[in-house]
């Protein structure tokens, strides 16, 4: 088949990219520069243009933004849409809702316009939503005592835009974003009747090794979650005493398997229309501390170690369930240890560059 995908040089995207490819898949990446085009043509050098061409499109949210993207020969069968802004760090100048809800939305409405415009052929477009816009909690309660309930793919964020304007936090935007996003996608199709179907999927933390570590020169040049874990758990001056830090989002995936879920979202005829919620488990910091230590026994003086004992879910607490995921997709998980394990020993070695 002939792909779109947008953010292709994403920490997500880039193992979409391999995996789309090594199915025998024709890829044109989206990318906003032409120095992250040439990474990325370094990374999968070994495919040729016939399989992998890189286009720019430097601000997703201008009119007909796609549409060059979006034209083709051989003509695009699918689209996977998972640019969005997710960094919580490069934010200097702008309000929230410029920074996340305005880009999010518009970046999504400018594909999906494009491909009723430009690209008939297209019958399947997967959007990378999150469990943000799945879950109804409230950030400022320890997850452990919000109320238990298991969330699916019929649940909805309830959050409006007044709260957003309300808010000077970037996370509280970022996941107003990606709800706001995936509604307007559901909307459009309700709306427009266009001749592809949609699937929407809703990883919660997304973990795991980055694609190809050449290109992350320091650790603050990575993706936000491997921040999360690198700066609470890792970084210089921290010491086997400190306390493990309070989990935020208790529940996550492994960056290879949401990669394949987009796959398989695309290439499994009776995904077209679901949103699926993908989550592999509970993986709290006590958690990811122990496996940490375990994967690096050379910095065991310098992760702090918690309670080890402590590391599963506590009873009452929120979760949410993959099973529409694991039926109609066949999706099934990588373990614990390997997303964390593979991840550690990279960081390690991205550290000891800097
Ligand atoms: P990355 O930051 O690695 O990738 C985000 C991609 O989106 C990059 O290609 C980035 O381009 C692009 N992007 C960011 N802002 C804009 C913008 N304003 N206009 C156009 N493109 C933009 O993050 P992830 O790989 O983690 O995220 C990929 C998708 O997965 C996102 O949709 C995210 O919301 C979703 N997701 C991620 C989770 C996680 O834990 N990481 C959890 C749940 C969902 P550039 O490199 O140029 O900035």
Redesign the pocket.
Known sequence: KRVLL????????QHALGQFLSAGHSVRGT???AA?ATQLKSTFSQYGPAQLDIVVVP???LPGAFDEALKSDPAFDWVIH??????YRNTTAGSNEENYVN?AVK?TMEVLEAIKRVAPCVTRVVL?????AVIDWDPSIPYVTQPARVYMGADWNPTTLEEVRATTDAPEA?RAS?TFAERAAWEFVEREKPDFDLVTLC????YGPVFDERWIGRPEEL???AWNIYSRLLRPGLQSTDPVPPTGLHLYVDVRDIARAHLLSASVPEAGGKRFVICAGEMRYQRIANILRESLPEKRGTIPEGDPGQWSMEEGTYTASSEDAEKVLGLQFITAESTIGDFARQLASIEARG
């Open positions: 947008t953010g292709a040089n994403g920490y997500l995207a990318v906003r520069s992250k601000d997703m949210t998972t640019a969005s802004p997710v960094s880009p970046g990378t939503s999150s469990i943000a970022y990606k990883p919660p933390m997304v993706d936000q979650s």
